[in-house]
């Protein structure tokens, strides 16, 4: 059965899983690289950016790289807010606005982005981005049926899986805590009291200092 | 040198240190014992309770213990809040609480207790508690020379480990994150935007659930 999966979602200490002040130039705000710098080194990232040839060895193999690269196993299609595809708020001034990832993103499947302001698919190398107005769980649906029996990567941000969580329709989650305070952005913990009593748990720290969480959740 | 250190502070996965309703009954709030569960079995509780006898091999050992019986070596004189000492508020009415560790407490050394409303000197078995009206770095001063080289601890609760932290005060400390979200009570990171740079921080995760994180104070 399509699971809805989150993964790398990164979270300051202090629980903010981006920063204040976002923009073109600042994509995550005042947090800018520190949430993700656990990542860079790693052979998922360091291959998806085209680095390969140059990083020793392609990369890290170790347990930040065994978390990262589950993001890409067995996703058939991704749900992700508006926030995530680019800056811009409010009615479409600027459809030439492909997204933050070049003419080839790393999705290769299609990408339901939430917005209030629908707009015609756009189609950028592999991925079809697909503008919709929707309720999570007809979200869901919609990208259920697209992923034809994959499952469904629920991209972020913050917000929109805070959403999901909400409505109870995130199956599994994994979340990387990076031991910086940010003091001041979104967070990712708002309105989710209890939340810990529909999830089992574990926690994986890892050498480089951030700490693996891994939310599975009980009875599904 | 005398370092100023906080042991076993512990923290929801969303930052809170307490819950909210704080009273006799509840000296934690909402939150119950949820945070602390993950002492109960080591062997440094089971034998601070005085039930050595009744558990399985005196309690456990492993790395929760490590962390828990790291609080009691080498320190001189703790300092508290009010808050920890107990639930009442503003002057005191009732001068006959003493404390919420019976005829006893765990302490063995001299106590500074933060409060507006100084009051005498209370001796409760080996242990003074000093009611003093001072700000961080006064209760420093007193606190370590009441220490007599040892080392300080600070208690808590997260509002005064917050202000000594504000005040660059704190050498080490050792924070216990537990996977459950509380939602609301009192946080412990607030206004500490860029903490980390002042600390080197390790997180090694428990198979409680738990993940202990040690900051270290950069360069003293």
Redesign the interface.
């Known amino acids: 059965m399509t699971k809805l999966r989150v993964h790398n979602l990164m979270v300051s ?3 903010f899983s981006t920063g204040e002040g976002l923009s073109v130039d600042a994509p995550f705000g005042h947090a800018g690289d520190r949430l993700a710098r656990w990542f860079f080194p790693t052979h998922t990232f360091v291959s998806m950016s085209g680095h390969e040839d140059e990083a020793v060895g392609g990369g890290t193999r170790g347990i930040d790289d065994s978390f990262a690269a589950a993001t890409n196993r067995g996703i058939g299609a991704e749900i992700m807010g508006r926030g995530k595809f680019g800056p811009q708020v409010g009615p479409w001034r600027d459809e030439s606005w492909r997204g933050w990832w070049g003419e080839e993103p790393p999705f290769h499947s299609p990408v339901v982005v939430l917005t209030h302001h629908a707009r015609p698919d756009l189609v950028v190398g592999e991925t079809t981005f697909m503008f919709r107005d929707l309720a999570p769980r007809e979200a869901l649906d919609l990208a259920t049926t697209l992923a034809g029996g994959l499952d469904v990567r629920l991209g972020g941000g913050p917000t929109v899986v805070r959403e999901f969580l909400e409505a109870d329709l995130v199956d599994y989650m994994h979340i990387v ?1 990076v ?6 952005g979104v ?1 990712l ?8 009593q529909r999830f089992a ?5 890892s050498p480089s ?3 693996h ?1 891994v939310f599975d959740r009980i009875g599904r």
């Open positions: 200490l202090d629980g805590v031991p910086i305070i940010l003091g001041r967070r913990w708002d309105g989710l009291e209890n939340l810990d748990i574990e926690a994986t720290s200092g951030v700490v969480y």
